[in-house]
């Protein structure tokens, strides 16, 4: 028959439980029962809640300050995509505009590139 090897832990190698957390041992340090032996301490309470707001505020404003540096950060990565899209549009326009890329260009229309430079019409004073 096969032999069951199985074993339970004996009760000596756990360690007991002695029935105190760590909020136990903290609240018996305090001693926190004697405040609340009459009632809840109603004169503490003002005080209670602007603590508490200034928590909230605390905590609303470490969210509005993350959220503004992760649109931040995707406005930067956007600024820095249309900065290297103005830069290769630049580029192709310096490119094309230049005299032998327009003369190209143009010779599909019939159009010729001037030989003779360009020269000055001068009038008289009164003549037109």
Do not use: C
Not at 23 to 49: Q, R, W
Not at 70 to 86: F, G, S
Not at 100 to 110: F, N, P
């Amino acid at each position: 028959m096969i032999e069951n090897k199985f074993k339970i832990k004996s009760a000596k190698n756990k360690r007991p439980l002695s029935g105190k957390s760590m909020f136990a041992g903290l609240e018996k340090k305090l001693k926190l029962e004697s405040y609340f032996e009459d009632g809840f301490p109603v004169k503490y309470l003002p005080k209670i809640l602007f603590i508490m707001m200034l928590g909230l505020i605390y905590i609303s404003n470490t969210h509005y300050a993350e959220k503004t540096v992760r649109r931040i950060n995707t406005i930067q990565a956007e600024v820095e995509d249309l900065r290297a899209d103005y830069t290769t549009l630049k580029a192709d326009l310096m490119f094309a505009s230049k005299q032998s890329e327009v003369a190209r260009k143009v010779s599909a229309l019939g159009l010729k590139e001037s030989l003779k430079p360009p020269f000055k019409v001068e009038t008289k004073a009164g003549e037109y």
